[in-house]
């Protein structure tokens, strides 16, 4: 049983650029969640989805957006990139009822010049 | 969410019991403690979770006192596989999936 995917593993960008990154989750699992994580710190939630519809959201800009489709995959983009983006992104897939326990995957790693 | 505060490191050395005590004196009636753990490069996992008194499982021990104001995770016998950053979590469980981490311990575990 695959754990949480995702995809690409490491990425390079410019500001100003658009990114997608993409996340399959554990199976059985139909809650998707994104976290971003700066080098030292802790994950910070970005936003789910359950449903196909965004259900919570973090503290984040617009430019921060994503969608889940009907096998449960999700993406995540993020437009006009800026230096403060780069960062270790984050997958996390769990059961509707079980949030608290959440499987994360190896994340993407986004710098952007 | 409860605000959360855990010591930034520890080391210990293989073989040792370590605790890693963390404190949330804002805790609502309604919120569980959870645990994770993330080793460099990995997406955090998840530990142990618990609401009161003691909870066990083949990772880790959960400690937590009447007023639920603290929790200590203990960790039996470290290795150096250990070495890794535990963060501390309070909040609801159920669906609302917002995880909240804090900066987190990092626990060294030496030879």
């Known amino acids: 049983d695959a754990g949480v995917t995702q995809s690409p593993t490491h990425l390079i960008k410019t500001r100003g650029q658009q990114v997608t990154l993409r996340c399959s989750p554990k199976s059985g699992h139909d809650t998707v969640s994104w976290y971003q994580q700066a080098l030292g710190q802790g994950p910070q939630f970005i936003f789910q989805y359950y449903e196909e519809e965004e259900r919570q959201r973090g503290n984040f800009p617009d430019r921060f957006s994503g969608h889940q489709f009907p096998n449960y995959s999700s993406e995540l983009n993020v437009n006009a990139l800026l230096l403060g983006d780069s960062a270790l992104y984050l997958c996390a897939s769990s059961p509707e009822r079980q949030a608290y326990e959440q499987y994360f995957g190896p994340g993407t790693r986004l710098t952007v010049t | 969410l409860a605000k959360t505060t855990q010591p930034i490191s520890m080391d210990s050395y293989e073989g040792q019991e370590v605790n890693i005590t963390c404190s949330h004196n804002?805790?609502?009636?309604?919120?569980?403690i959870t645990w994770y753990q993330q080793f460099p490069s990995q997406g955090p996992r998840f530990i142990i979770q618990?609401?009161?008194t003691k909870v066990t499982n083949e990772v880790a021990s959960l400690f937590i006192p009447a007023d639920r104001k603290s929790s200590t995770l203990s960790l039996p016998r470290v290795s150096l596989s250990d070495t890794a950053v535990y963060y501390c979590l309070v909040g609801l469980t159920g669906n609302t999936g917002k995880l909240i981490f804090g900066q987190g311990t990092t626990l060294q575990v030496k030879p």
């Open positions: 804002n805790i609502a009636t309604n919120d569980y």
């Open positions: 618990g609401y009161k």
